[in-house]
T-cell receptor
Framework: GQQLNQSPQSMFIQEGEDVSMNCTSS?????WLWYKQDPGEGPVLLIALYKAGELTSNGRLTAQFGITRKDSFLNISASIPSDVGIYFC????????????????FGQGTILTVHP | SAVISQKPSRDICQRGTSLTIQCQVD?????MFWYRQQPGQSLTLIATANQGSEATYESGFVIDKFPISRPNLTFSTLTVSNMSPEDSSIYLC??????????FGSGTRLTVV
């Protein structure tokens, strides 16, 4: 099946630093999604990317859909303590037969710790 | 985006018993998904539940162990049957609302003792 390799597995940074994490896949995806999960909560969508080469920002977050459609990165600028959590990438593929909504495949997650 | 209410939020269950998890959405949605997140792990899709048809299960998951109901476009249940400690996980429902919006419930944290 499809697999996503997400790196790094964890990051320990100082408040104010920039953060970068990425995901690579052996398969092509039609949509890349980035989620954040806080303890005891479900994942919350941060950014959705719909086409190759797309660069999208959401406040201090910037994500890009790789040209090859097999990778994506997420950058967080000027990190703050509330950025702490687990960040997941997810790829969506079109199901065979042309169904619009394919299932999501998730990366392993990046645990972010921000020291004040 | 859709708002999902998932119940219970957590439970501690005896091995051999079953637990039914409910997922209620505030709008009608075509596709609902059930995921499992084992401790310290990522999310793994269990099955896709469409209204009016049987759920489609992913490799490694079977209907006898994880029966799913989808009686209407706003509600679904997942049952974890004949539980063992290995079933201790967070179970999450997710819906597609709008063109690309995958929204998740807050999850059910299950501990089997």
């Amino acid at each position: 099946g499809q697999q996503l390799n997400q790196s790094p597995q964890s990051m320990f940074i100082q408040e104010g630093e920039d953060v970068s994490m990425n995901c690579t896949s052996s398969s092509i995806f039609n949509t890349w999604l980035w989620y954040k999960q806080d303890p005891g909560e479900g994942p919350v969508l941060l950014i959705a990317l719909y086409k190759a080469g797309e660069l999208t920002s959401n406040g201090r977050l910037t994500a890009q859909f790789g040209i090859t459609r097999k990778d994506s990165f997420l950058n967080i600028s000027a990190s703050i303590p509330s950025d702490v959590g687990i960040y997941f990438c997810a790829g969506r593929s079109v199901k065979a037969g042309g169904t619009s909504y394919g299932k999501l495949t998730f990366g392993q997650g990046t645990i972010l710790t921000v020291h004040p | 985006s859709a708002v999902i209410s998932q119940k219970p939020s957590r439970d501690i269950c005896q091995r051999g018993t079953s637990l039914t998890i409910q997922c209620q959405v505030d709008s009608q949605v075509t596709m609902m998904f059930w995921y499992r997140q084992q401790p310290g792990q990522s999310l793994t899709l269990i099955a896709t539940a469409n209204q009016g048809s049987e759920a489609t299960y992913e490799s490694g998951f079977v209907i006898d162990k994880f029966p799913i109901s989808r009686p209407n476009l706003t509600f679904s249940t997942l049952t974890v049957s004949n539980m063992s400690p290995e079933d201790s996980s967070i179970y999450l429902c997710s819906v597609v609302a709008g063109n690309y919006g995958y929204t998740f419930g807050s999850g059910t944290r299950l501990t089997v003792v």
